[in-house]
């Protein structure tokens, strides 16, 4: 199985920027599609943004233009360059396969957004 370790997040302001960080074990994420997830208190984990093998991207809507979602196969790495953030973006945020499979979910980061 592979596994996920998320970093990178914290306590921004509103309008504030945060790179976050996923390292996965296992060369099959270098092909596969990969996706952050995020999850607010009291509500179900969303698909927030996602990056083919060959780089093409994709977004929810609640995030489009502000957020960017990269890839570094040489090093399992996957990004989110999230900018413009907004209280509504506080969640705990992972990184995972696209669709989901069996592989076990990481701790997760947690960003908050708050003045």
């Known amino acids: 199985q592979v596994q996920f370790v998320e970093s990178g997040g914290g306590l921004v302001q509103p309008g504030g920027s945060l790179r976050l960080s996923c390292a996965a074990s296992?060369?099959?994420?270098?092909?596969?599609?990969m996706g952050w997830y995020r999850q607010a208190p009291a509500k179900q984990r969303e698909l927030v943004a996602r990056?083919?093998?060959?780089?093409?991207?994709n977004y929810a809507d609640s995030v489009k233009g502000r957020f960017i979602i990269s890839r570094e196969n040489t090093k399992n790495m996957v990004y989110l360059q999230m900018n413009s953030l907004q209280a509504e973006d506080t969640a705990v945020y992972y990184c995972?396969?696209?669709?989901?499979?069996?592989?076990?979910w990481g701790q997760g980061t947690q960003v908050t957004v708050s003045s």
């Open positions: 995972h396969f696209v669709p989901i499979n069996r592989s076990s």
């Open positions: 296992g060369s099959i994420i270098n092909i596969a599609t």
């Open positions: 990056i083919t093998g060959r780089g093409a991207t």
